[in-house]
Nanobody, 126 residues
């Protein structure tokens, strides 16, 4: 079993930056691909970014490519989402998720992730 806890959300002005963290418990957490998703009010949850177990392979939604960076520190069992040039439309609850399948495949589909955090709110003001 893996437990995920997100932190780092908050209120920021448009154009600003935030760094989200996702701490994972469990010895095998460092073997899993990790993803970030977000859900804005009244909308479905959507994929943001994913990273493979080693941190070498990453995958981004077009809407955040060039602005967000996903990374991980397996020694700390932590995954990060650095968010720069934030826009009002980035406002959402951000969730991290773990995919326990082995391999290099990175998924953008939430049903392919096995463990989820409780989410952290990011609000971008104009």
């Amino acid at each position: 079993q893996v437990q995920l806890v997100e932190s780092g959300g908050g209120l920021v002005q448009a154009g600003g930056s935030l760094r989200l963290s996702c701490g994972a418990s469990g010895r095998t957490a460092s073997n899993y691909a990790m993803g970030w998703f977000r859900q804005a009010p009244g909308k479905e949850r959507e994929f943001v970014a994913a990273i493979n177990w080693s941190g070498i392979i990453t995958y981004y939604a077009d809407s955040v490519k060039g602005r967000f960076t996903i990374s991980r520190d397996n020694a700390k069992n932590t995954v990060y989402l650095q968010m720069n040039s934030l826009k009002v439309e980035d406002t959402a609850v951000y969730y991290c998720a773990a995919d326990r399948r082995l391999g290099t495949y990175l998924s953008s589909k939430e049903y392919e992730y096995d463990y989820w955090g409780q989410g952290t709110q990011v609000t971008v003001s104009s």
